[in-house]
């Protein structure tokens, strides 16, 4: 136990694949906010890259190589944040793997890898994680989900059947878990250019363009605009949301309407034009 005069433990934020793309834009808002974090993913130089740029922003943080298809690696970078931090307040699942591909050539391999990462991590995480959520003081889980996963996902089979998954687990957790104070909810970012989705997803102009076309705000968002929102999700502000689902995609999952009658009604010459990328402000993500 702490002696009675030592200072309070600093908030403590769990983000899976923390050092690259959102999730790296995630916990660099979450340092901003005074959390302590542990970034976890597979790649080693991915976590300490993460981490140099976080530590540049003044956060404490700990790295932790891990799979998170493999329930005892999560178990082990649990244990990590006990003996390093001995708490943890905030858990982000947001690790994933994904890439295009027509439902008949997804390979079992191929469905396995991504409903491991997306689905089984998602849910070992959670698990693990649970007993020091429970003693923190304002615990919440936030999981990145993507509309497909209530729409659909043509060209991403295994990926909607994985995030559909996430969101029933979500809304459930939140259901039993609301009575040990954990609230738990999900972001779903609309199109966001990382290295790993223009690796994997954007991968030509063509692509690129149809997507734009698909949001009415005609463009892609930042990992800042998704970041916001899992700080949001995350802090007291959100102290009676638990189970929700917050899109952060431009109107993306609510596409063109049925008949898509605007689109042969030219806008109106006087009014303004769409707001850019992060609404005319400073793009602050990591
Ligand atoms: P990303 O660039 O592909 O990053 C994925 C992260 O997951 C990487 O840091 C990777 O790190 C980690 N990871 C992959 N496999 C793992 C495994 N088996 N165990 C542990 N970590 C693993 O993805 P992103 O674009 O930043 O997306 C972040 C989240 O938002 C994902 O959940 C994604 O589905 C969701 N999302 C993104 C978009 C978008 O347009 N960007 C849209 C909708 C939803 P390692 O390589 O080091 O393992």
Known sequence: MAPPDAPPSRPVALVTGGGTGLGLAIAGVLADDGYDLVLASRSDEHLQAGADRLRGRGAR?????????????????IDAVRSEYGRLDVLVNNAAGNFAAPAERISPNGWRAVVGIVLDGTFYCSRAAFPMLRAAPAPSIVNLVASYAWTAGPGTAHSAAAKAGVVALTRTLAVEWARYGIRVNAVSPGPVRTEGTDRQLWVSEAVVKAVTDGVPMGRFGTPSEIAEA???LASPRASYITGEVLSVDGGQWLG??????????APDPSA????????GQRNSGA
């Open 272 to 279: 303004s034009a769409p707001p850019a990328a992060g609404g």
């Open 256 to 265: 063109k309407g049925a008949l898509r009658l605007l689109e042969a009604i």
């Open 230 to 232: 899992v700080r949001f």
């Open 61 to 77: 943080v700990l790295t932790s190589p891990l799979d998170v298809r493999l329930p005892e690696q999560v178990d082990r970078t």
